[in-house]
Structure formats: C-alpha cells, structure tokens
C-alpha cells in the first residue's frame, strides 16, 4: 500500500507561482510513475502531467508545456510539481497519483493511487 500526501497548494495571484510536493510511502518509490491531475469546479478531472521512475522522461498536457515542471527526488520519495505564469484557469484541486507499472502516462488508465489533493486558488 502506497501513500501519497500533497502540499504546497493556496492561494495566488495571477501570474504567481507555487511548488506542489507529494510525498509517498513505501520503499519502492523509484518504480513507480508518477503524476499530476487535477479537477476544477464543476468540471472533469484532467490530466497534468507525469515523470517516469528514473525522472528521466516526462509528459505534459499540451495546454500546459512551458509554464508547468514535473520532477521527482527519488531519495526524498518526492515528485514536484512547479507552476509559474498561473491564471485564474489553473484554479483547482491538484491531485497526485502513482501508476505501479509503465512509464510516463496521460490518463488515469492503471493508476493505482491517489492523494487526497490539495487546493490551488488564482485570484485575478
């Protein structure tokens, strides 16, 4: 059983920035992919993005590649998730989850955790 905790998530203004940590348990971090969705209100859960075991590849929403950086600390059984230029848009419920098997991913096919998500607020 693997458990994912968030943190990192507030309130900012636009144009801001903030990190998101999750941080697992369980010794077999470094196996798992691992990545980022998120669900603003009213809305479907979509996908953010996704660092495979070694961080050595990584896989973006379209809509999100240059402003969003996924990474992991393997030794800190950690993945990141650094948001800069936010907008209003990006306000939502940011959730991390693990996929046990495979490498980077795009969809919640196989993913086998989840964290409990941690709110993010842009104000205009």
């Known amino acids: 059983q693997v458990q994912l905790v968030e943190s990192g998530g507030g309130l900012v203004q636009a144009g801001g920035s903030l990190r998101l940590s999750c941080a697992a348990s369980g010794r077999t971090f470094s196996s798992y992919a691992m990545g980022w969705f998120r669900q603003a209100p009213g809305k479907e859960r979509e996908f953010v993005a996704s660092?495979?075991?070694?961080?050595?590849?990584?896989y973006y929403a379209d809509s999100l590649k240059g402003r969003f950086t996924i990474s992991r600390d393997n030794a800190k059984n950690t993945v990141y998730l650094q948001m800069n230029n936010l907008t209003p848009e990006d306000t939502a419920v940011y959730y991390c989850?693990?996929?046990?098997?495979?490498?980077?991913?795009?969809?919640?096919?196989?993913?086998?955790?989840w964290g409990k998500g941690t709110p993010v607020t842009v104000s205009s």
């Open positions: 989850a693990a996929k046990v098997h495979g490498t980077v991913f795009s969809n919640d096919y196989g993913i086998k955790y």
């Open positions: 660092v495979s075991g070694s961080g050595a590849i990584t």
